[in-house]
């Protein structure tokens, strides 16, 4: 689908002096994304699965971490909300899969809700990194903040959250 949108400028002019005959640019539709939906019984649980979920999406199978070589490593954030908290996790595994060369699988999470006035939530957790050498993986570019929710219900947690592919 093509969007007319007015230009941005009131400018009758291209930088370089021509007169503008159309829009520079054209607005479609996008449909490279992928959504993980996840349920635990637990916000810990929960953020867990949601990351087991960003590793299925990067690959057709997940690789068990002890069937290949995978070191373990640690990843901490916070932030003020639980959202923002999961955004953060997830955007550090896809950082950490850019800069070590690994697919985070096996993820150990503990989330801890702000014990007091002006703290933050916080994230510790641990997870083994398989080596993208030795899978065949897609890219997820980035997490988004699309459609994003956490909802607690009477059985648990559910989450829902898509990512660019």
């Not at 005959?21 to 939906?37: K, N, Q, W």
């Not at 080596?131 to 570019?141: C, M, N, Q, S, T």
């Not at 059985?155 to 898509?162: I, L, S, T």
């Amino acid at each position: 689908m093509t969007v007319g949108l007015p230009a941005l400028s009131t400018a009758k002019h291209t930088p370089d002096g021509r007169p503008y005959t159309r829009m520079p640019f054209e607005l479609r539709d996008h449909t490279a994304d992928v959504a993980v939906e996840a349920t635990a019984s637990t916000l810990s649980g929960l953020f867990a699965a949601v990351a087991e979920g960003l590793a299925a999406a990067s690959c057709d199978e997940i690789p068990k971490a002890d069937d290949v070589d995978a070191d373990a490593f640690e990843v901490e954030v916070d932030a003020e909300r639980p959202e923002a908290l999961l955004f953060d996790y997830l955007d550090q595994l896809i950082y950490e899969r850019d800069v070590r060369g690994v697919l985070p699988v096996g993820h150990d999470v503990s989330v801890a809700e702000p014990s007091a006035e002006g703290d933050r939530w916080r994230l510790t957790g641990t997870y083994r990194g398989v080596p993208l050498d030795r899978i065949d993986a897609r890219e997820v570019k980035a997490v988004t903040y699309s459609e994003m929710r956490i909802d607690e219900t009477d059985a648990g947690w559910e989450a829902y959250v898509v990512f660019d592919v």
